[in-house]
């Protein structure tokens, strides 16, 4: 995952061939190798990544 712009935005890719990656929704949710995360901009910048469980709110 990386910002797309010092506006605002994240972009997930595949790690081996570079496409876009599907799996991410629009309230962030992750799933990799059949874990469910979530994925949000950082304040300053970056992604974080946590486990579902985790998730503010």
Known sequence: M???GLGGGFMAVHRDDDTECEQVTV???VLVDGVRYWAAEARFGGIVV???DCRPG
Do not use: A, K
């Open 27 to 29: 309230d962030g949710l």
């Open 2 to 4: 990386y910002n797309t």
């Open 50 to 52: 946590q486990p579902e």
